[in-house]
């Protein structure tokens, strides 16, 4: 099982950035950031396998890039131009046995996750 330690999270107004980190305890050749509101479902938000295999939620296509250094077994997540409607918990997500190449937004496809850091935007 891989242990993933989330940072980054935090308060920031409408138009700022967050980047967000995910520390993997080994590698995981597919990873991916969710996040949930209050009273929601735990959604997709980026996707990425090895290093340049993407996908993202039309909500945040275009204001977030996720990125990963596997020399450091790390995810991260850069958030620009924060929206009230990004308010939630991000959660890191890990996959170790290969399935496909295909970036997932799908809760399904991983394994494990980390415990979540807080993203608050106000305006």
């Known amino acids: 099982q891989v242990q993933l330690v989330e940072s980054g999270g935090g308060s920031v107004q409408t138009g700022g950035s967050l980047r967000l980190s995910c520390v993997a305890s080994?590698?995981?050749?597919?990873m991916a950031w969710f996040r949930q509101a209050p009273g929601k479902e735990r959604e997709g938000v980026a996707s990425?396998?090895?290093?340049?295999?993407?996908d993202y939620a039309d909500s945040v296509r275009g204001r977030f890039t996720i990125s990963r250094d596997d020399a450091k077994n790390t995810l991260y997540l850069q958030m620009n131009s924060l929206q009230l409607e990004d308010t939630a918990i991000y959660y890191c997500?890990?996959?170790?046995?290969?399935?496909?190449?295909?970036?997932?937004?799908?809760?399904?496809?991983?394994?494990?996750w980390g415990q979540g850091t807080q993203v608050t935007v106000s305006s």
């Open positions: 997500a890990a996959r170790v046995q290969f399935t496909d190449w295909t970036p997932t937004l799908s809760k399904d496809d991983f394994d494990d």
């Open positions: 080994e590698y995981a050749y597919k």
């Open positions: 990425i396998v090895r290093e340049a295999l993407t």
